[in-house]
């Protein structure tokens, strides 16, 4: 909307002047005769006054001419001035003398032309404007003035002869025009002319019946059309054709009743190529609120849509291995279903996750870790048809949706498929990897209609293939469900169990490598439920955690276990430390610190007889709550120890950050360390890891000589473990006790 009014009001400040000029010109040429004559008259007049006494009607008349020429001199906008032929200034109107700057007329009369014209135009003056006067009879053009103060003054002027009767010229006249405003005005034209010109967008104008008057060179840079190419043409010619009908109609509606339009349409360059652009049109009206012009102005969009796009696509996909994620996932899912239920087929959803992928990621970093994520995804895809979907949701968890089977054999052939191309070894940075997964199969129709339920069957089935020993393919199995019910007749018995104190306690001793003394126990929870066998924790703790009935039963633990500790004492048995362990629920509660310190007190015993253990994964989880429960646990005085220690998700550099003593090394890595040199070196390397970070290791699971001898070796602190003993009721453990220290 700037071009078109401004034109117009340029067109406007160009025209007056001119139109004036004429007129002015005109009236002047006349009315300075006029006044030659007038002044002649005069003269006589004065001279011959007895003479002319009949000539005086005559005389009146060319002095009322000559006031009206005074009228009309003094009124105008334009200078008029008049001078001899050899440039004396007989005659300056009021506009001249303000343009020049003088204070009266008279001060410029019998100056020279030159004088008001600064030094730089005096030899255009003198033998180009004066002598082409002499010549021609007139003279115009733009020059500038040098006013009294100095100041330059832009003007217009028109020089010309005013002759006698004769045709003799006798004096020049001037009219001049102060053009200043006309120049601030071309000024800003030219400015907007280069905007124009020099706009990053591309800019098109065109007259009322949409024919192109001109475009500048952005357009011509975009489209590859010249100026001339497109003039007088209709931008139609610019249409790829892709944009529907209803777009422009849409459009021309806009532009119609707002005068205004924007959008997104496609466009062809003159090579061919289409692209988008993102374009806008003003209409430009004129005083009578006709449409002159329509202005339109665009950018090629093509780079802002890829981004579009691949902020998109980044919603859409996870960014490490460039598989669907979540979002992603469920709306596939959504449609492999719809696809399934019109084509009668079956579908399975398979969850998978890698057995081993936090230890690789902790131990030999991020880096590797991301690189074994993009390769497992890679071979995931690889071996499942293009049709089906593979997606991550996140850490080491994988979704595989396999479409189009016929039956939930082909679903299991092609998780084997699956597992055994992802438990082949990975060359990763000079790494030879190893990693098996573990999945979870859940198929439609059978195990359910939608997406979520399917999801969560195959869920269930995966942790249910990880409780099987992990690397093993589990299908959903309604006694998974089953097993849900079951729990909670469970839950009901654990409660009973508390009120009718159904729990007891084990001890199992532990022993430091150098000379094998006992130094503390582990206790070990128990239930006991009447004329029924004894259940192991492993059974029911994971419910009593779901429940969170694992925090009255875990402040019982602490209670019993100190009170047990301070009975041996009484009894005569003391060294020994009670390590008791606390579940994830207890290092939730904010009374921890002071329940346990109570029950210390409550015992007559020290905080640093007692010992609590928190499993690796327990400690990650949360670390900020977690790190501030555990550092008030140790500012009391109470030492801390991470059990199962590399099965979890440690960092080993948020390890640092724990206020922790003693690690104890898991017993899965104990179990084999003898034979497998992989748990042997894990082992060799937290021991000395721990070392470095002034920790302690405890080894659990200790069964027989050889793994004693190996971790001896390693330098492993303290151990435990059926090589020494088994979990003992409180009076056997006193016995055991008694007995070693006696033989030891
Ligand atoms: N194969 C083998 N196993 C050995 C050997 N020596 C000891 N064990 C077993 O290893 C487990 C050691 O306890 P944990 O790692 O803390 O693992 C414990 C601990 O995480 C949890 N737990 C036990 N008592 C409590 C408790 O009071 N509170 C909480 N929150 N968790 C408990 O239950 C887990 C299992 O406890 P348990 O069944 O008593 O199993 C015990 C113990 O009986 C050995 O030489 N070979």
Redo the contacts with the bound molecule.
């Keep these: 909307g700037l071009c078109a009014p401004a034109q117009a009001s340029a067109g406007a400040a160009a025209e007056w002047p001119l139109a004036a000029l004429v007129t002015v010109t005109l009236l002047a040429t006349v009315l300075a005769g006029t006044i030659l004559l007038c002044q002649q008259l005069c003269r006589e007049r004065r001279r011959h006054q007895q003479r002319a006494a009949h000539k005086s009607a005559q005389t009146e008349a060319l002095c009322e001419s000559l006031q009206r020429f005074e009228g009309f001199a003094n009124a105008t906008d334009c200078g008029f001035g008049m001078a001899e032929l050899d440039g004396t200034i007989t005659y300056v109107n009021p506009a001249l003398t303000r343009m020049i700057g003088e204070a009266r007329p008279e001060d410029a009369v019998g100056r020279r032309i030159a004088d008001y014209y600064p030094p730089e135009l005096h030899d255009k003056l003198l033998n180009e404007v004066l002598p082409t006067v002499m010549r021609t009879g007139h003279w115009s053009g733009e020059m500038r003035l040098r006013r009294c103060d100095g100041d330059l003054l832009d003007v217009e002027e028109n020089y010309f002869f005013v002759r006698d009767e004769e045709g003799t010229p006798r004096l020049i006249a001037n009219i001049l025009t102060d053009i200043r405003a006309r120049k601030s005005t071309e000024a800003q034209l030219r400015l907007m002319a280069s905007v124009f010109e020099h706009s990053g967008e591309a800019i098109l104008i065109t007259d009322a019946s949409n024919a192109i008057i001109t475009a500048n060179r952005a357009f011509t840079a975009l489209t590859g059309y010249s100026l001339d190419e497109v003039r007088g043409r209709n931008p139609r010619i610019l249409s790829a054709g892709l944009t529907s009908e209803s777009v422009y109609r849409h459009m021309w509606r806009s532009i119609d009743s707002s005068g205004y339009w924007q959008g997104e349409i496609w466009d062809r360059r003159k090579d061919g190529a289409i692209y988008p652009k993102w374009l806008s049109i003003s209409s430009i009206r004129n005083a009578a609120g006709e449409t002159t012009h329509h202005i339109a102005s665009f950018t090629d969009i093509t780079e802002r849509k890829q981004i579009e796009e691949r902020i998109q696509h980044l919603a859409h996909h996870d960014p490490l291995t460039g598989l669907p994620n979540r979002l992603q996932l469920e709306g596939r899912i959504r449609q492999a279903l719809a696809d399934a239920r019109r084509d009668g087929n079956a579908l399975a959803v398979v969850f998978a996750d890698l057995d081993n992928f936090k230890f690789i990621n902790d131990s030999l970093g991020h880096h590797i870790g991301d690189r074994l994520l993009i390769s497992v995804a890679e071979r995931l895809r690889a071996a499942v048809r293009d049709s089906d979907i593979v997606a991550r949701l996140g850490g080491d968890e994988f979704i595989i949706v396999l479409t189009r089977l016929d039956d939930a054999q082909v679903a299991i052939a092609l998780c084997e498929k699956i597992r055994q191309h992802v438990g082949e070894r990975f060359d990763i940075d000079g790494h030879a990897l190893h990693t098996t997964l573990s999945l979870g199969v859940s198929l439609y129709p059978l195990d359910g209609r939608d997406a979520d339920t399917l999801m969560r069957a195959a869920d269930a089935a995966m942790y249910h293939a990880k409780g099987e020993g992990r690397n093993n393919i589990q299908l959903f199995d309604s006694r998974l469900n089953e097993a849900a019910a079951m729990r909670v007749r469970t839950e009901t018995r654990l409660r009973d169990a508390l009120e009718h104190g159904h729990f007891l306690?084990?001890y199992?001793p532990q022993f430091t490598t150098i000379g094998e003394h006992i130094v503390g126990v582990?206790?070990?929870?128990?239930w006991q439920p009447p004329d029924e066998e004894m259940v192991?924790?492993?059974q029911f703790?994971p419910l009593a955690?779901d429940t969170g009935l694992?925090v009255p039963?875990?402040a019982w633990?602490i209670d019993e276990?100190l009170a047990q500790l301070a009975r041996w004492r009484s009894a005569g048995i003391d060294g020994l430390r009670m390590s008791?362990?606390?579940?994830a629920h207890?290092l939730r509660l904010r009374e921890l610190p002071r329940l346990i310190g109570r029950s210390i007190e409550q015992h007559g015993l020290q905080p640093a007889d007692l010992e609590l253990?928190v499993?690796e994964s327990v400690a990650m989880r949360d670390p900020e709550s977690t790190i501030g429960i555990l550092t008030q646990l140790r500012d009391m005085g109470i030492a801390l120890a991470i059990?199962?220690f590399g099965t979890g998700y440690s960092s080993l550099s948020y390890l640092k950050l724990l206020p922790i003593s003693r690690l104890?090394l898991?017993?899965s890595f104990?179990?084999d360390i003898e034979s497998n040199p992989n748990d042997a070196a894990i082992s060799a390397a937290t021991i000395s890891l721990a070392h470095t970070l002034g920790l302690e290791v405890v080894a659990?699971?200790?069964?027989g000589p050889a793994q004693l001898g190996m971790l001896t070796q390693l330098g492993c602190d303290l151990l435990?473990?059926?090589?020494f003993s088994?979990?003992l009721a409180a009076p056997a453990l006193a016995d055991f006790v008694r007995d070693w220290r006696a033989s030891h």
Aim: proline share 7%; hydrophobic share 30%.
């Design positions: 306690l084990h199992q582990e206790a070990l929870l128990r192991p924790p492993n703790i955690e694992i039963i875990g633990v276990a008791i362990n606390l579940s207890q253990e499993t059990d199962d104890k898991d017993r104990v179990h659990e699971g200790v069964e435990q473990g059926y090589h088994r979990p």
